[in-house]
């Protein structure tokens, strides 16, 4: 099994059993550490203090997070390994950081400096060795999916096009493709199959794990009979859409027909959902404010004095939201006054001349998008959802790109899916990629994906990805 979902959201399999066992990493260290400082596992204090091994689920589960936060568990890091270990040192300090706050609030919880230290070195050392040999490990074809594609036509080299580099198939192994009669094949002859077995004897004889349709045309030699008696053989049957959306993350438009829409599951609006969310959207919006406001009076005190006491510090812009209803989005001023003096609506490009110095900066680190928190309490938004767009370009975007209405179906938010997956877009073409993963969003959003979407997010700030 290459993933599993949890409340809808995709996720790998090896690299949640990793994340498991990096824990039980952190807590082994955490008992090793404090039996090197005092040569037991259970040290007398004149304090009372919390068990030890709930101090080191909570050490672990701090640092955890703090590595998912700089990306170390997505499946697609195109870094070396010296870049992993970068990145991990990032994460322990990221995790320090919070589990000193964490301490001085609640003495109860501390570890003593020097576990503390032995602990994290402790596992740094480990966590260095378990990766190198991970990343070589969830290469294996014996850890992936053995997949054979149905059709070797046009859907079908979709797979063999999109899905082309080592880390787009760390989940999966194609064996090959399997011609369909009377279908113009256009996969690469290489890899396509040909063979006199019935399609399950082809499935049990090489191992298949799933089976994923990828015909363009099903009215003509579907072998329907033939896919019944795989599933029914305990071989699974995807849909090639449906096979994009896990692998992926995202909803391919170019594949998308409305009866999958209709059919799969997703896209459920409940109650429940809506109450929690907007339960979530408060008490995130009020900790972030607590947290954010020493940020917002630098900027407020960056801009005046680069432009002077007199400029207006924020604007109002027109922004599409929920069921394409306008609102007032505010934002802090990143560009001229004069930006769009010819009173037509602008993308923002690369090196923007209209970003003023401070702009660039806020602009990089996502401060510009601080004033939103009051759009979030007021209702206007939600704290994670697809970005809001000018009423302008959503019209021009609606004629050209189907279902880019359906992105409204949900609250706009802050951060987003697409802002963690795709960079900045600035045309047309861009709008589309985001809006096949705002799609995706939409259609398994739940208040699990939305913590992990903000926990993700801080990768984005303090690496400025996308942003311009």
């Known amino acids: 099994m290459s993933s599993i979902r949890i409340f809808k959201h995709h996720v790998r399999v090896p690299y949640l059993l990793l994340g498991i066992f990096e824990l039980c990493l952190f807590v082994l260290a955490t008992y090793l550490g404090t039996y090197f400082r005092f040569g037991t596992f259970d040290p007398i204090h004149t304090e009372p203090t919390s068990p030890l091994l709930f101090r080191a689920i909570l050490l672990g589960a701090v640092f955890i997070i703090s590595m998912i936060a700089m990306g170390l568990y997505q499946a697609r890091l195109r870094e070396g390994f010296t870049g992993m270990l970068i990145r991990a040192a990032i994460s322990f300090i990221f995790g320090s950081i919070i589990l000193s706050l964490c301490f001085f609030l609640f003495p109860t919880l501390l570890i003593g400096r020097g576990v503390f230290i032995l602990t994290v070195l402790f596992t740094f050392v480990a966590i260095g060795v378990t990766r190198f040999f991970f990343t070589r490990l969830v290469d294996e074809n014996i850890l992936k999916r053995q997949v054979l594609v149905l059709g070797a036509g046009h859907r079908a080299n979709n797979i063999a096009q999109r899905l082309r580099r080592r880390t787009d198939r760390r989940g999966f192994n194609i064996v090959g493709y399997m011609h369909i009669a009377d279908e ?222 359906e992105r409204h179906r949900i609250k706009p938010g802050i951060a987003g899916w697409a802002q963690l997956c795709y960079p900045y877009g600035a045309s047309d073409k861009d709008a589309l990629h985001k809006l096949q993963y705002d799609l995706y969003y939409v259609k398994n959003h739940s208040l699990f994906l939305d913590i992990l979407i903000l926990i993700q997010t801080v990768e984005v700030i303090l690496f400025g990805k996308g942003a311009r």
């Open 184 to 405: 113009e094949d256009v996969v690469n002859p290489d890899f396509i199959l040909n063979t006199e077995q019935s399609l399950v004897e082809f499935a049990n004889t090489h191992n298949i794990d799933e089976i994923v349709v990828a015909v363009d045309d099903r009215r003509r030699n579907f072998p329907i009979n033939e896919l019944l008696d795989c599933k029914l053989s305990g071989i699974d049957v995807v849909d090639v859409l449906t096979f994009f959306e896990r692998e992926t993350g995202k909803i391919e438009l170019d594949l998308l027909h409305p009866s999958w829409i209709i059919f799969s599951d997703g896209f459920g609006q409940s109650n429940l959902r809506v109450y929690s969310e907007r339960a979530f959207d408060i008490l995130a919006s009020l900790t972030l404010l607590a947290f954010a406001w020493p940020f917002i009076a630098i900027t407020i005190l960056a801009i005046w004095l680069e432009e002077g006491f007199k400029v207006p510090l924020m604007y109002k812009q027109k922004r599409v939201g929920l069921n394409g209803n306008t609102f007032n989005v505010l934002k802090f001023r990143s560009m001229r006054v004069d930006a769009e003096k010819k009173g037509k609506p602008q993308w923002a490009q690369q090196n923007d001349p209209r970003v003023t110095r401070v702009g660039k900066i806020i602009r990089k680190y996502r401060v510009d998008e601080l004033p939103q928190i009051f759009n979030v309490l007021r209702g206007d938004m939600g704290f994670v959802g697809p970005r809001p767009e000018r009423p302008e370009f959503v019209s021009q975007l609606t004629d050209k790109i189907p279902y880019y209405n």
